[in-house]
């Protein structure tokens, strides 16, 4: 059964950090590219991150660039989101997503969620004084 599985949310104060993780199981993390979304309330599923599947191609949405970190451990099948200098704007529900690439495939990673076939539940993230 493919699964996977969001943890590392909570409340953090303005300014702090957090570092997301996301496990797999079910399949092999390293045939997949992999990605982080999010979505706060009333607005639309964004792309934060995204990581190929060798881990040497990364995305990051514009706004986030040099706040966010996007990391895989392909041995411990688990994807992170390192995140810093957290805002209140950053509150959202953070997803990680998968997608199976190719060796030799042209497409690394994308952060339009419609790529991506495989979806995490949803970690909590809120940022508050």
């Known amino acids: 059964q493919v699964q996977l599985v969001e943890s590392g949310g909570g409340l953090v104060h303005p300014g702090g950090s957090l570092r997301l993780s996301c496990a797999a199981s079910?399949?092999?993390?390293?045939?997949?590219?992999v990605a982080w979304f999010r979505q706060a309330p009333g607005k639309e599923r964004e792309g934060v991150s995204c990581i190929s599947r060798s881990g040497r191609s990364t995305e990051s949405k514009d706004s986030l660039k040099g706040r966010v970190t996007i990391s895989r451990d392909n041995a411990k099948n688990t994807l992170y989101l390192q995140m810093n200098s957290l805002k209140p704007e950053d509150t959202a529900v953070y997803y990680c997503?998968?997608?199976?690439?190719?060796?030799?495939?042209?497409?690394?990673?994308?952060?339009?969620?419609?790529?991506?076939?495989?979806w995490g539940q949803g970690t909590q993230v809120t940022v508050s004084s």
């Open positions: 079910g399949f092999t993390l390293d045939d997949y590219a």
């Open positions: 997503a998968a997608v199976r690439t190719y060796r030799g495939s042209v497409y690394m990673c994308g952060l339009n969620s419609y790529d991506y076939n495989y």
